[in-house]
């Protein structure tokens, strides 16, 4: 790294950790070389490379400030059908995971982390240390609520986001998928309703559809969560079970729930007795910090069922999940049993000691720092290739991002024509229960080569515009 | 191992494997002495061994004969309830679960095999080698269906079982556990009946149980399982849309059905047009040789789905199960999906390579020998020390044994004055859907030390001899 990428990595820290707020006049040039030792040019150098990342402008004769983050075309809040509905859409999402692993270009597609840092090291030779040195650890049966040292690590935690848990209110599970799935029929009887964000994460959604339940989506807004107005009013109009949200960091919009709506959500499903999901797999890999709460931390009467994975924030082969089901826990430990009985032991014992050992809060400070600079990147990329009416979601945290094209652009088909060229994506239907968002799709950098990224967008934006409707207005004059 | 030893050992395993048959006349002495070129002494010494271990018995002046098999104190022929019923127990299941690993002596008490063998060492080695050398591979999600190299050598595998099956035919889960669960909800929609035999294996049952399903017990025999008369007439009665059966080393009955029964079952399904799940798990480690055919080697219209797992011929810890569910594949991989996404992958590679290279065929033949050796151990010293009035059932592969005590002797009661002095075993209850079967308990006879075992019937036995009517007849006098 040469000078001016040190001194511009240092003050992108600054302003991601909001040590320099939005709009805020930064240090002049002069200023700074003072104070780092460096040249003027140096400076300016590393100014022009924020300026580059429109993390900062230059106003004539002012100096720089912080950009207002450009929030502008955020895509629209969703408006589904506002009554129970089936889950349809699971040959779409088996067409997607039989894709796994064949993309041979970049992996725009699913919700994999990056894998190759080198903070995952540590993890990595527990695992290589317990094959070898424990082997018989590894074989027998072991407690169906999984590791006791790891459901201590994962107390510590969980104090981050606001939780105060016992080691007896956990249950460990075969990744989020396992979690989410024991919790929601644990919550539910056959033919019940569950109310969920749109978009949803294709994998809850296919749970709720084998449950034998019914999904009723509710709007949602790209910035602030699941409308508590819109649910309100279904909480009155029908008999609905369960909510079931992702609020931290949501898959595919990104978004964060702001606490004060977090606390309300709760105090919503609290007048109206019923339970709330929480899936908070993103939640470590928020880029605010400290991280933000879940609703599980305002939980008092044990209505929440909190659960999450190392899939996300270290990986997802691992398979090691979890639940905190609070009042649920019988049900939940009788349904988790059942489903797969105990989980493989070596991967529980390995993420215990990579959390005892601080490794995890190494990595996961890393990787927030990658993402969120690789957030901006795709930002900037998507901006200077997509067609102007493209709207993008804004992150804070995560590495998945939505998209939304013109409305008459079809990402089923756009999908079906850039797999060819060797470009994926996750198309929007996936994330609704009756196949609506056909112009939006979801796409993943965690992906660190901003080059490969940078083509793929390019590869994409190409075949974009071919299906955009001002080309074709023009090809056919 | 001495030469008296050495001969013995050659004598049972041609006894065991069927070269000298139940009431042969067995070589004479000077015979044996002279071919294999030991003293007389060493034969003799060898043919007291296999009379104290009931295999053979000497007739005055006719020399040695292969003993009948004593199978006359098997456990009764069940006559459970004959309507449909929920499933309950859980309390006593999960009871029996959090006890694992607790015990401090012999374990009798877990359907867990001897992994102290060393015929398991390639198959750790590659273990090991996988998590140091290709840590990379462990991360990703992967093809949800499991790792095509193990699906291809489970098609090899399977093909001694009767089964002629592709590798797109299959889909690993987490467990044999896993597979039935899956499967269960496959077939079947909420409300629905499903014929199990009575006892059954209380993970299916409890499966039954969270699906929302009633369980229909059928009365079963303990040498030739499920009654097909009953279970006939329990299928013109009542809309049963699935049987669910363990044919093959029965847990906790260790019968093996017949092939003929076999084939009546499945065609009994074919008039009734309903699915078979088919328990496999035990298969493999049948003590017949070539190993029993499935269910599903009859199977011409993909209405058996049968469920099996490396948890009981290999290791449990490992979690690697598996499905050829059929004609119900496509809901099967929904609901496989749904319920735990992808398996980890080390443990299916680890497999396929112990199979691929021939590990697995020698390590099952070494588990099948020792378990028979200890079977007839166990019989022998349950004979020598339990009550005269106790059934016991003489399983023909696997390594549990079904116990029947005096009907007035309470297992639950029983259980927890055993686990007091570090006593251990799974009472009858926990396998049936209602409680039945108090009188009954499995025990496990997967320890190699005979000494152990034999200490820890011992200390059984004298309990169940404080629990006998006789012993409290004598006490009240
Ligand atoms: C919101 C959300 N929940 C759950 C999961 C499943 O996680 P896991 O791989 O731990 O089962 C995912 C993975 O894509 C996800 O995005
Ligand atoms: C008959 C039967 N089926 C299934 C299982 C579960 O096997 P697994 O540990 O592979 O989930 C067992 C384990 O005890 C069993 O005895």
Not at 232 to 237: F, K, T, Y
Not at 262 to 283: C, F, M, R, T
Not at 339 to 362: D, E, H, N, W
């Amino acid at each position: 790294m040469t000078l001016y990428q040190k001194l511009a990595k240092r003050l992108r820290e600054h302003i991601q950790h909001d040590f320099y707020k939005q709009g805020d006049k930064l240090p002049s040039v002069r200023q700074l070389a003072q104070e780092h030792g460096v040249s003027i040019s140096t400076v300016q150098e590393a100014y022009r490379q924020l300026e580059q990342d429109q993390l900062v402008e230059a106003k004539p004769k002012s100096g720089y400030f912080v950009c207002q983050r450009k929030k502008d075309n955020l895509p629209s809040v969703s408006r589904p059908p506002q009554r129970p509905l089936e889950v349809s859409q699971w040959e779409e999402v088996l067409n997607m995971l039989m894709n796994r692993g064949s993309t041979k270009g970049l992996q725009l597609q699913h919700a994999m982390p990056d894998m190759t840092s080198s903070t995952l090291k540590p993890l990595l030779k527990t695992l290589a240390d317990l094959s070898k040195h424990k082997p018989e650890l590894g074989l027998s049966y072991a407690d169906i609520r999984g590791s006791e040292e790891l459901r201590n690590q994962l107390c510590r935690l969980t104090v981050a986001s606001g939780c105060q848990l016992h080691p007896d209110d956990l249950v460990i599970t075969s990744g989020c998928q396992e979690a989410l799935s024991v919790c929601i029929r644990a919550v539910s009887e056959p033919g019940d309703i569950v109310a969920i964000e749109s978009p949803s994460f294709y994998g809850s959604m296919q749970a709720i559809k084998a449950a034998n339940l019914k999904a009723m989506e509710i709007p949602t807004h790209p910035e602030t969560g699941i409308s508590l107005e819109a649910l309100e009013l279904a909480l009155d109009q029908w008999p609905i079970k369960a909510i079931f949200v992702t609020p931290t960091c949501n898959n595919p919009m990104g978004y964060t729930m702001p606490e004060d709506r977090k606390e309300q959500l709760y105090k919503l499903a609290q007048s109206y007795d019923i339970a709330i999901i929480e899936d908070d797999v993103y939640g470590d890999i928020s880029f605010q910090f400290p991280r933000p709460k879940t609703i599980k931390s305002f939980d008092t009467d044990g209505r929440v069922l909190l659960c999450s994975s190392f899939s996300k924030s270290v990986a997802p082969g691992l398979r090691v999940g979890w639940i905190a089901p609070g009042r649920y826990r019988d049900k939940v430990t009788h349904i988790k049993y059942v489903s797969s009985s105990m989980c493989p032991v070596f991967p529980q014992l390995a993420i215990a000691k990579f959390i005892r050992q601080g490794g995890y809060r190494k990595h996961i400070r890393q990787m927030r720092q990658n993402y969120e600079q690789q957030r901006d990147h795709l930002l900037q990329v998507i901006k200077a290739h997509f067609p102007s009416d493209t709207r993008v979601s804004f992150p804070d945290g995560s590495f998945i991002l939505w998209v939304e094209l013109n409305p008459s652009i079809d990402s089923i088909k756009l999908v079906e024509r850039c797999r060819k060229v060797g470009v994926d994506f996750a198309p929007g239907p996936l994330f609704s229960a009756t196949g609506k968002f056909r112009n939006g799709f979801r796409l993943n950098y965690s992906e660190q080569t901003m080059e490969k990224r940078e083509n793929a967008i390019k590869t994409l934006a190409k075949i974009i515009r071919e299906f955009h409707p001002e080309t074709i207005a023009q090809k056919s004059l």
